[in-house]
């Protein structure tokens, strides 16, 4: 983070760097951050990384930095970018979960049960995506054993009405695997269709119970 602030009009001390580092990932303190069991020794596993923006402006301000909210989190991704290029930097945990939804979403376009069923639905592309994610961040193991959320939602196709049509709806059964090495640090992110079949719309409704 100091080597970033070299770009910058303001050159961060070293100390400030490393105190202004620990609360952007969640510690009142460099030593705690340091002392914390949570936190692994190895971050090169790391994927996703939530910063605690809010604790991050408050530790530059007791530092009496010049540096903003927008410029904080700047030198922030810098530093990621250099020392774990392949780690994504949030600003909060909507914009990881957004992520996450995202991440979701071109996995299933893209599994090959999931693309098979939608071939066979004479459509003119794709309607809807609905695949709801809600992560339990807390729930995640600090431990690297993995979280497995359950998602089931549809892809819906926009039917050809040139075409015969043999349904447009394909239900989804997929999980999303997260595993956590530190407060704020994602290592495992692993997405897995289970079952992808097209609705036919057959039901039992209107038929009279014997």
């Known amino acids: 983070m100091r080597a970033a602030s ?23 303190t460099l030593a705690a951050f ?14 996703h990384v939530v910063l605690e923006v809010d604790r991050l402006v408050a530790c530059s301000q007791e530092l009496r930095g010049l540096h903003d909210e927008k410029g904080l989190i700047v030198l922030i991704r ?25 991440r979701v979403q071109q996995f299933v376009l893209n599994e090959e049960r999931a693309t098979g069923v939608m071939a066979q639905t004479n459509s003119d592309g794709i309607q809807e995506i609905y695949l709801p994610l809600d992560v339990p961040w807390d729930d995640i193991p600090l431990d690297g054993e993995l979280l497995e959320i359950p998602i089931n939602g ?10 015969p049509y043999v349904g ?19 290592s495992t992110v692993a997405c897995r269709v289970k079952s992808a079949e097209l609705d036919y719309h057959w ?5 009279e119970e014997l």
Do not use: W
């Open 6 to 28: 070299a770009q910058s009009p303001i050159l961060l001390r070293l100390s400030h760097a490393q105190q202004c580092a620990a609360a952007a990932l969640g510690y009142g």
């Open 34 to 47: 340091q002392a914390s069991p949570d936190e692994s020794s190895n971050l090169s596993e790391a994927t």
């Open 154 to 163: 549809h892809v819906s196709m926009k039917p050809d009405v040139e075409r």
């Open 168 to 186: 447009h709806r394909i239900d989804i059964s997929a999980t999303l695997a997260l595993g956590r090495i530190g407060r704020a640090v994602l």
């Open 78 to 102: 810098a530093a990621f970018a250099e020392k774990l290029p392949g780690v994504v930097v949030h600003s909060s945990l909507d914009q990881l979960e957004d992520a996450l939804r995202d």
């Open 203 to 207: 039901s039992d409704e209107g038929e």
